[in-house]
């Protein structure tokens, strides 16, 4: 396997790493509910992201990571890219299942924010958060995870930032997230269209931008 190269997030990147997005979040779903969904979670993110790395192989993308620092987001709520958000979950309701994707899209949205606030009452303030962390599963194994990652933390560390936050659950490697040092903060559990058979924990985790 050739060495990905590590660069920052181009417009063009965007088709080859929604697809990513949608093979791992919704493959449940046929590829055109499958895209509109992973293209709504897509511009969501980038509606909160300030800063965007993405790993290339051979010419195609691989990996995304986004990440949030407030003090560098000048833009309002009703940024382009939420509003593309919006138009996409419109579009979704009208796709086949698309009303089940849309439901779970806005059932971890919700939360989301309900994490956050939790976080926020008891005491936790954050400057800077990880909105989205994905790598294609051909690429797994080789490092690639922990590159993207120290990244994203020399770009914190630019801006000064100590503290900051993510959102993960049990479909993700938490691993790889406590082996960094981050610790959980609180958890919610939503079973996923009503099913409780399908319920999966939410979480909010915590860590300290490491020193050089």
Known sequence: MSEPIIRTLCKSDYPALIDVVRRMWYPEYDEKTGLLAA?????????????????????KPIALILGRIDA???????????????????????AKDGLKAARDIL????????????????????SAEVVLFVIDPI??????????FETMMDSFRAAGVREYFLFTDTTCDVGFYTHRG??????????????DERATSFYLYEGLVPEK
Request: aromatic content about 6%; proline content about 0%.
């Open 39 to 59: 293209e709504t979670d897509w511009e969501n993110c980038l509606a909160r992201a300030t800063c965007a790395f993405t790993a290339e192989l051979d010419g």
């Open 72 to 94: 560098l987001d000048h833009r309002g709520f009703l940024n382009t890219h939420r509003i593309n958000s919006l138009q996409m979950l419109f579009k979704l309701a009208f």
């Open 107 to 126: 059932g971890i949205l919700g939360v989301d924010r309900n994490l956050r606030a939790q976080a926020t009452q008891a005491g936790h303030d954050y």
């Open 139 to 148: 690429a797994r194994g080789h490092g690639l995870g922990r590159r993207m």
């Open 182 to 195: 981050l610790i959980q903060v609180c958890e919610h559990t939503l079973a996923m269209h009503g099913d």
